[in-house]
């Protein structure tokens, strides 16, 4: 409930209780109409359900209904019938009392559905076993068959109960379904001879009529036409849109077998109702003032059905036997003593039929084993309060059943109420409210009481008679203040009492009774003749339901309403024994219409049903009741002494709690286990102040749920990369140590190889010396010499040595002709004088070796000699078909006195030319033809000498020439210059010396 406080203003309070004017009834009927029109057909007074009629399929009675409802408490969710029926069912499981429902309200006001899905709730939710699921299923299936015989269509309900009913349930300490009791009250016989407009006869007679296969009816001597018997057709609608009796029938006929009838049965209980039809249309007419059966084809079948002698029951039909001080007079009756006689039988047989019936069914509920502890679960389905423009017998009867339980209410209540003060520790406060046993002593009151008055009456000698009654009543219970007649009541009110009514002040309102009636009802009479007929029938049923020994008893049997005030006692007693819960139903209008809601139909009901009253004595005390516990848990949040937890008792902190909230001391009382608050709008702002603080808290509560799902998210990644990192450590550990393993084999194989290499190959050095081969070339391969003057070569191990030499050889054979590849041809021709040079001058020169590194060039002359050349020797004096091979500076000495003389040395490809250093003019011309040889020291010198022929001798400037090349060098490169033409001539030793 209180998760639903904040919804109030919309939908009204969830319970009576914290309704803030609970004495308006205008607020009240307010309540419940805001409800209903948001679909909320159930409110709570404590742990009253009131309940009002939907007319309509909520789907608010599904499995997952009772699974919501199921082990919760009471007051967690919203009212519902599921909600009291588990809190029952659990109370009696766990604390082993026996518990009673009692659903009363209206005709039409839900009262039966409500203890169907009551009866579901339990089925469904208790003990599953096997073999208590066929026990389940004879509880469930026992509700059409009752059904059948004892509801009718009405104009209220077209399918009301036209009897009260009281079930037990029998659970086993498990909370297993073992068996069940039926009891049941005031069965309206009267429908079965009497309906009025618009209503029909028990529903077996239609169902019988329009479900039975051919053979069967033909058996009965019955025709599916329903229009066709009296005691079906009185009402005029034999056939009600929305109910298909046929398919009914089939479901009574199965539920029969679950309920173990037995063919014979079965066939004698619809043989029976098939009588009572045909005695229905027995008709009488009248002759000199006696009655003689009309149809007596009827009564043959009768007969015939229930296997009696025809005459007899012709004769008891129309005659009466009297017996007087031991003599017995026969007389006649007339028509409609006759048709009163015919009724009454009618009335009785389907009575005891009807009883023979729950009998039966109570044989098949119960359970036979004896061990073991067991609870009981009770479920009273009984007529609320009626007040009809005419009030009877009946009326009355009910009425005063309403009150009794009324009483039983306020006992228990008011007592529980007490109880749960004194448990508590609180000071008894007197409750106001009306305690209605005054007017259960005016009805049963020994001697002095209506019911009293009344069998006083119906038993007295003489002419009694419904008037003498009300006389009577008016002198015993004249003077009670909830009692008024036309006679004793003041000129106003007269005006609305006739001769022949009394009215009676009951809790739930004023009803007028109508006294007609009531002796002949009270009585219950059934002439001895037609009794004795039924005691000579065969049919199993009639057989056993009307004794010979009733017959021959002396004793009166009780009167009506005296077997209903014992019947109600005992009820009473049942119920008082056992922990009650109630259930109010209300219809919201008079046609049976969803959607509308009638104020003043519900005003009456609300009236009628006393609810005001439950109301004011539920709410004399506080409003509003829970353990610490319970209310510290939800409120704590409110106080900064109590959030997020109280460490002291539950006790101290509610006090901390309401001291905080600023209650008054007259607003609560603090029991011993309960906090009780006086007044709803306390609790109210206490649960808006909730409702507000509410988002902070689920703030905080999302914070810690999130810090903590991401703690928990961290705590497992963490666990998981731990166990990651400890297998992976652990694998590689394993890893490293093989490879050590392996590294100590390999290196004590290698230190086995390198102390054996020297050895002849074996096993053991065999890998060494491969290795020290690979190692070897390796480091081979990276010391290379990288050209051809490198003469250097890598130590080689002793096993590589005749490779080494081998490599060696072919580097530098690889180095040399990579050398080759890689000089220009010019270089090459350089390097083929060289070798010219070397062939010539080799230690034959001692300025060779210098000269070696150096290259031979073609002109050696200055950038100005060069143009000065070119201008006054190439362009004019050189022949153009001679190509200049080689130029340089030279010193001529004369042959004569050595002088020297500065020249440039000219080489072509004919001849050698002398030019004169200075202006390059044309000193001397030699053809090579000329030329006898050349000569150069063998000294480190520049000389060299020209050979000529003797006739060329006499030309002053040739003749033998000597040339001193400034540099040695240069001697030799023209020497080389000369080289394919005349031989070159080292001068001998003494000439050397001469110059
Ligand atoms: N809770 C409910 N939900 C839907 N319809 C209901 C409910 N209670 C009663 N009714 C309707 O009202 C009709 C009369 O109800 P019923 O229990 O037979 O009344 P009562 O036993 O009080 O005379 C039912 O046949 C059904 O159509
Ligand atoms: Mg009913």
């Known amino acids: 409930m209180e998760n639903a406080l904040h919804a109030r203003d919309r939908a009204g309070v969830q319970d009576f209780v914290l309704l803030e004017d609970y004495r308006n009834e205008e607020s009240f009927i307010g309540n419940l109409r805001k409800r209903f029109k948001e679909n909320h057909i159930y409110t709570y007074i404590g742990s009253v359900l009131v309940s009002v009629n939907p007319y309509k399929d909520l789907g608010i009675y599904k499995k997952e209904f009772v699974e919501h409802y199921r082990n919760v408490n009471f007051y967690e969710l919203p009212p519902h019938v599921f909600a009291i029926a588990d809190t029952a069912y659990r109370l009696m499981r766990e604390e082993c009392c026996d518990q009673c429902i009692l659903i009363s309200g209206e005709s039409g006001a839900g009262k039966t559905e409500a203890s169907k899905k009551i009866l579901h709730y339990l089925a469904a939710a208790s003990y599953h076993a096997k073999q208590v699921e066929h026990v389940k299923d004879k509880l469930l299936k026992s509700n059409p068959v009752l059904e059948a015989f004892g509801n009718a269509k009405t104009n209220r309900n077209d399918n009301s109960s036209r009897f009260g009913k009281y079930m037990d349930i029998e659970f086993s300490f498990l909370g297993a379904p073992l068996g069940g009791h039926i009891l049941n009250y005031l069965l309206e016989k009267s429908r079965v001879v009497h309906q009025n407009p618009g209503e029909r006869n028990f529903h077996i007679f239609y169902q019988l009529v329009m479900g039975a296969d051919d053979e069967l009816l033909q058996k009965l001597f019955l025709r599916r036409e329903p229009e066709l018997y009296y005691y079906m057709n009185q009402g005029g609608s034999t056939r009600v849109n929305g109910i298909d009796d046929a398919a009914q029938f089939q479901v009574v ?8 009838f037995t063919e014979e049965e079965e066939e004698a209980l619809f043989t029976t109702v098939a009588s009572v039809l045909h005695l229905g249309n027995v008709g009488f007419t009248e002759n000199n003032g006696q009655a003689i059966i009309a149809q007596e084809k009827s009564v043959s079948s009768v007969c015939k059905l229930l296997g009696c002698p025809e005459d007899m029951l012709k004769d008891a039909l129309t005659h009466r036997t009297i017996e007087a001080r031991g003599d017995s007079v026969v007389s006649p009756l007339n028509r409609d003593q006759a048709i009163y006689a015919r009724d009454a039988l009618s009335k009785a047989v389907y009575e005891r039929q009807f009883k023979w019936l729950v009998k039966k069914l109570n044989d098949s509920l119960e359970n036979k084993d004896e061990s073991g502890r067991k609870t009981l679960m009770g479920l009273l389905d009984i007529y609320g309060f009626e007040i009809f423009k005419n009030n009877s017998f009946e009326q009355f009867c009910i009425n005063y059943c309403n009150e009794k339980l009324q009483q039983l209410f306020i006992q228990l209540t008011l007592k529980s109420e007490q109880e749960e003060y004194k448990r508590e520790g609180i000071e008894w406060e007197t409750i106001e409210y009306f305690n209605n046993k005054i007017i ?3 009805i049963e009151e020994q001697h002095k009481g209506v019911i009293s008055v009344l069998d006083e009456e119906c038993l007295r000698p003489g002419d009694a008679t419904d008037l003498t009654f009300l006389d009577k009543l008016e002198t015993t219970v004249g003077s009670h203040p909830h009692f008024l007649s036309h006679k004793l009541a003041d000129n106003k009110t007269k005006k609305t009492l006739s001769r022949e009514e009394f009215r009676l002040k009951h809790y739930a309102g004023d009803v007028t009774y ?11 009479l059934l002439y001895r003749d037609l009794k004795r007929t039924m005691t000579k029938t065969s049919n199993l049923i009639t057989k056993s339901t009307f004794p010979e020994d009733e017959l021959t008893s002396k004793k009166r049997p009780d009167t009506a309403a005296t077997q209903f005030k014992k019947s109600l006692s005992q009820l009473m007693q049942i119920l008082m024994s056992k922990e009650p819960w109630y259930i109010r139903c209300i219809k919201p209008n008079d046609n ?5 809601f009638d104020d003043t139909i519900v005003g009456h009901q609300v009236k009628y049903l006393g609810l005001m009253e439950n109301l004011r004595v539920r709410r004399a005390g506080f409003a509003y009741r829970r353990p610490y516990e319970v209310f510290l848990k939800r409120y704590k949040c409110l106080c900064p002494g109590t959030w997020p937890n109280y460490q002291g008792s539950a006790k101290d902190g509610v006090e901390k709690l309401v001291n905080h909230l600023g209650y008054r001391p007259d607003d609560y009382r603090m029991g011993k286990t309960k906090l009780f608050i006086r007044l709803p709008r306390t609790l109210f702002k206490t649960e808006d102040d909730f409702q507000h603080k509410k988002h ?16 928990k998210k961290f705590l497992q990644m963490k666990t998981a990369a731990t166990l990651i990192a400890c297998y992976w450590r652990r694998y590689s550990a394993k890893k490293l140590l093989e490879k050590r393993r392996w590294a100590v084999k390999v290196i004590r194989s290698f230190i086995r190889g390198f102390i054996t290499r020297n050895e002849a190959e074996n096993e053991d050095n065999k890998r060494f010396v491969q290795c020290v081969k690979a190692e070897y070339l390796r480091r081979l391969a990276h010391k290379l010499p990288k050209n051809i003057l490198d003469k250097s070569w890598p130590h080689a191990p002793g096993s590589c040595l005749k490779a080494s030499d081998l490599l060696h050889d072919m580097h530098k054979k690889w180095l040399v002709r990579k050398y080759c590849k890689s000089i220009s041809a010019e270089r090459k021709a350089q390097l083929d004088q060289k ?18 590194a150096r290259p031979f060039v073609e002109n050696r002359l200055t950038s100005e000699q060069n143009s000065l050349k070119s201008s006054a020797f190439d362009k004019t004096t050189k022949p153009e078909d001679e190509k200049t091979l080689y130029c340089t500076q030279v010193t001529k000495f004369d042959r004569h006195g050595y002088k020297a003389r500065g020249r440039i040395l000219v080489l072509t490809t004919k001849a050698i030319y002398l030019l004169d250093d200075k202006d390059c003019k044309l000193k001397h011309r030699l053809n090579y033809q000329n030329l006898m040889g050349l000569s150069v020291s063998g000294l480190t010198d520049g000389i060299l000498v020209l050979r000529i022929c003797k006739e060329l001798k006499k030309d002053k400037c040739l003749g033998k020439n000597i040339k001193h090349l400034d540099e040695e060098e240069r001697a030799e490169s023209t020497c080389l210059a000369f080289h394919d033409k005349p031989d070159l001539q080292f001068a001998p030793e003494e000439e050397r010396s001469t110059f």
């Open 514 to 524: 109508k006294v007609e009636g009531f002796l002949d009802k009270n009585n219950d």
């Open 253 to 260: 006929k199965s539920a029969l077998t679950v309920i173990d």
């Open 696 to 711: 902070d808290l689920a703030t905080i509560i999302q914070a810690k749920f999130r810090c903590y799902s991401q703690k």
């Open 592 to 596: 049976k219409q969803s959607a509308v």
């Open 835 to 852: 070798v010219v040079a070397h062939d010539l001058f080799k230690n034959k020169k001692q300025s060779y070796p210098k000269s070696i």
């Open 440 to 442: 259960c002593d005016l």
